[in-house]
């Protein structure tokens, strides 16, 4: 997950509502209501239950997901996995099982970290030009 080693963890009983900002990765067990930013990489295990937008480098979801995902690097979707809500990302793995239900816009040059790419794409994706917009729906 970090390089660094550096990795906050939301154990499993845990609720949590509001902003959750990480220096390094984070790892999510509990549940997470409001908005999440990581320097690193974030990792919703299968017990997980976040409602919430994630701004990362890469990030992973095995649980339940509601809202948009922002990630310069990977976003993973997997077995059992569920996320309804969109993804911008560099590069986009769903695995077999697992459930996608929204709008996916892949960013060959990384996501910038701007809303504003992401909210052009979706206001209009013919408009945006170099990036695949596709919406897939797994059931």
Same mark, same amino acid.
């Given at each position: 997950m970090a390089d660094n080693g550096e990795v906050t963890i939301v154990g499993v009983g845990a609720r949590l509502e509001g902003n959750v900002v990480s220096a390094g990765s984070l790892r999510i067990d509990g $549940?997470?209501?409001?908005?999440?930013?990581?320097?690193?990489?974030? !990792?919703?295990?299968? $017990?997980? $239950?976040? !409602?919430?937008?994630?701004r990362a480098q890469n990030v992973s979801v095995a649980g339940r997901f509601k809202g948009n995902i922002l990630v310069k690097g990977k976003a993973h979707l997997a077995r059992g996995g569920r996320v309804d809500g969109n993804i911008t990302s560099k590069t986009l793995v769903i695995e077999e099982g697992g459930i996608f239900h929204g709008q996916s816009v892949m960013d060959g040059g990384g996501a910038q970290g701007s809303q504003s790419a992401a909210?052009?794409? $979706?206001a209009n994706p013919a408009e945006k030009t170099g990036d695949k917009t596709e919406q897939v729906k797994v059931p």
């Open positions: $549940q997470v209501k409001g908005q999440i930013n990581a320097d690193g990489d974030v !990792e919703l295990s299968p $017990q997980s $239950q976040v !409602e919430a937008d994630i909210a052009g794409a $979706q």
